[in-house]
């Protein structure tokens, strides 16, 4: 079994900075491929941005393009989520997720485990 450990996130104003990161443990003998979901009340979860298991491509929402990066951290199967620019309509509970057969990282079926979540509030 593998598990994610979150950390980051929090509050911030608008056009304020935030980097969440993420680092699996358990069975990860693989290179994961993970990515970063949000999610408010009564809205479905929705990817933020994720990469490839082997990390070769690379995903981002379009509403994050451009401020949001997602990155390998230098441990194996970590993930850091730099937020840049962000914006009311950012916040979220954040959920790291990762999995062995990631082809299609916006897809949230092709993430097998999935972390607790992270707070990430932006005000104005």
């Known amino acids: 079994q593998v598990q994610l450990m979150e950390s980051g ?3 911030v104003q608008a056009g304020g900075s935030l980097r969440l990161s993420c680092a ?17 009340p009564g809205k ?19 509403s994050v393009k451009g401020r949001f990066t997602i990155s390998q ?6 993930v850091n989520l730099q937020m ?26 092709e993430y097998n485990y999935w972390g607790q979540g992270t707070q990430v509030t932006v005000s104005t």
């Not at 699996?24 to 408010?40: H, P, V």
């Not at 479905?44 to 379009?62: D, I, K, L, M, S």
């Not at 951290?73 to 970590?78: R, V």
């Open 24 to 40: 699996a443990s358990g069975r990860t003998s693989s290179s994961l491929g993970m990515g970063w979901f949000r999610q408010t």
């Open 9 to 11: 996130g929090g509050s």
């Open 73 to 78: 951290g230098d441990a194996k199967n970590t």
């Open 44 to 62: 479905e979860r929705e990817v933020v941005a994720g990469f490839t298991a082997g990390g070769r491509n690379t995903y981002y929402h379009n």
């Open 84 to 109: 840049n620019s962000l914006k009311p309509d950012d916040t979220a509970i954040y959920y790291c997720a990762a999995g062995p057969y990631v082809a299609d990282p916006s897809l949230p079926q």
